[in-house]
Nanobody, 111 residues
């Protein structure tokens, strides 16, 4: 079974950037789609970005043009590059694949 560990969250000012990492062990991240989800306090968890087995990507409209999801098969890691961050991006971010969630990493964007 895959185990997922997210990292890279933190506190950043609006307009800043962060890169989140989702490192996997126990299984390859290339055999299934991987998604980055986020959950803000009092809100439902939402899918932010996903990368498929073939490398195709999808984004929720609110992050298009600002976030980029990518995968490094050699490192068995999926990244989420987040640029031009906004206060509304503040949330706990989780990666998900093969029926497994990571523990999450907090992103806080100050105005």
């Amino acid at each position: 079974q895959v185990q997922l560990v997210e990292s890279g969250g933190g506190l950043v000012q609006a307009g800043g950037s962060l890169r989140l990492s989702c490192a996997a062990s126990g299984s390859s991240l290339s055999i299934n789609a991987v998604g980055w989800h986020r959950q803000a306090p009092g809100k439902q968890r939402e899918l932010v970005a996903a990368i498929g087995r073939s490398g195709n990507t999808n984004y929720v409209d609110s992050v298009k043009g600002r976030f980029t999801i990518s995968r490094d098969n050699g490192k068995n890691t999926v990244y989420l590059q987040m640029n031009n961050l906004k206060p509304e991006d503040t949330a706990a971010y989780f990666c998900y694949t093969q029926g497994t969630w990571g523990q999450g990493t907090q992103v806080t964007v100050s105005s």
